[in-house]
């Protein structure tokens, strides 16, 4: 069973931000998070020492912003919302422009991106919270750069790096 | 080149890879150029702050906890139905024996004859004094 004091603690900010990616609004996130950790509390039997916490709270998560959709019939429609806190003007508007990119992606690609690159989940943790294989997660994670690198006016392309 | 791309897209993310894979990907100028192109794109993804308000955070944090202290306290459902279960039959039969012990004491009492005397205490009144003149 996991150490369910100070799970909210832990782990709610990470928890947050990928549903933020996901949904793409910031109050339906904050309802969504608070839920995860109640239906972690519920489940905290089911939960097997094999995985990590964090991968089986993301389980949670993944599973919830699919019902989610489910009940939404579709999709919600995803905008790219910036809360970072103020950079240089150069940062902010590839970070501007990634968040677009970002919600522009498909569905499973996006979300493999947002649990490795902003999450920082392992491969494994990522596809035991998504229910893939690594093999899946890793081809989603290399397509969803390839589509963002080509979106993004990325400053060192075209020079020579030889 | 895509070949190359994945390998390197792999290898930033820490899984393993074919070193000959690796090296040919290395050698390629455009996967090189690829990979730093993602490498830019992780730093972009990781300069995130983007966190609940902080209203909510406690509010939630505070209901989770209260929640999780409550789960703790909860027995398990078939556990609290035997518990009340075990109670009433528990109870029904301590009823049960009262009731048959006090049905018993009354029969006993109706059915008992009366106890027999251990003893008998006779009075003899003494003869009247003939100096008294019978008063």
Not at chain 1, 11 to 40: D, K, N, P
Not at chain 1, 126 to 144: D, G, M, P, Q, V
Not at chain 2, 6 to 11: K, V, Y
Not at chain 2, 78 to 91: E, K, M, R, T
Request: overall charge neutral.
């Amino acid at each position: 069973m996991p150490t369910t004091s100070g799970m909210f603690e832990r782990h709610h900010i990470a928890i947050y931000r990928y549903l933020l990616r996901m949904i793409g609004s910031r109050e339906r996130a904050e309802e969504l998070t608070q839920e995860v950790f109640l239906r972690a509390l519920k489940a905290a039997d089911s939960y097997e020492e094999r995985s990590s916490e964090r991968a089986w709270l993301f389980r949670i998560a993944h599973n919830l912003r699919l019902d989610e959709a489910r009940h939404a019939r579709r999709t919600p429609p995803m905008s790219a919302v910036d809360d970072a806190e103020p950079s240089a003007p150069a940062q902010q508007a590839l970070r501007v422009s990634l968040l677009q990119a970002l919600a522009m992606l498909p569905d499973e690609e996006r979300e493999a991106f947002v649990l490795a690159e902003v999450v920082g989940l392992s491969y494994v943790e990522i596809a035991e919270a998504c229910a893939a294989t690594t093999a899946a997660i890793r081809s989603r994670i290399y397509r969803a750069r390839m589509q963002l690198r080509a979106v993004l006016d990325v400053p060192t392309a075209g020079k020579p790096l030889a | 080149m895509d070949q190359h791309l994945e390998t390197l897209s792999a290898m930033l993310d820490g899984d393993v890879v074919d070193v000959e894979a690796l090296e040919a990907a290395l050698a390629d100028v455009e996967a090189r150029r690829g990979l730093v192109e993602f490498v830019r794109l992780r730093q972009v993804a990781r300069d995130e702050s983007a966190a609940p308000a902080p209203v909510f955070a406690a509010r939630a944090g505070r209901s989770v906890e209260r929640r999780r202290a409550l789960a703790r306290l909860r027995v398990p459902l078939p556990l609290a139905a035997a518990a009340v279960l075990l109670a009433l039959l528990g109870g029904s039969l301590i009823d049960i024996k009262w009731l048959a012990f006090d049905r018993d004491q009354a029969s006993r009492e109706q059915v008992q004859p009366p106890p027999q005397p251990s003893r008998v205490l006779q009075f003899d009144a003494p003869p009247p004094d003939s100096r008294t003149g019978g008063r």
